[in-house]
């Protein structure tokens, strides 16, 4: 609970949002944020490898 309202101090939600306009394509800054995080977690996901067994196992 301490965290949220520490972040809600330090970042004004009550203003109106930021958008940006590719012709007919308009989306919130939020928005992008969030959609080229998300994709920069599925690339390192592809791209780093799974952690693997020391061992004889099979």
Do not use: D, E, T
């Amino acid at each position: 609970m301490f965290l949220g309202a520490l972040l809600g101090a330090l970042i004004n939600l009550n203003g109106s949002g930021r958008y940006i306009h590719w012709g007919f394509i308009q989306i919130s800054v939020a928005n992008l944020v969030v959609i080229v995080l998300m994709v920069a977690v599925f690339v390192l996901a592809i791209l780093l490898p799974f952690p693997r067994r020391k061992g004889g196992g099979q």
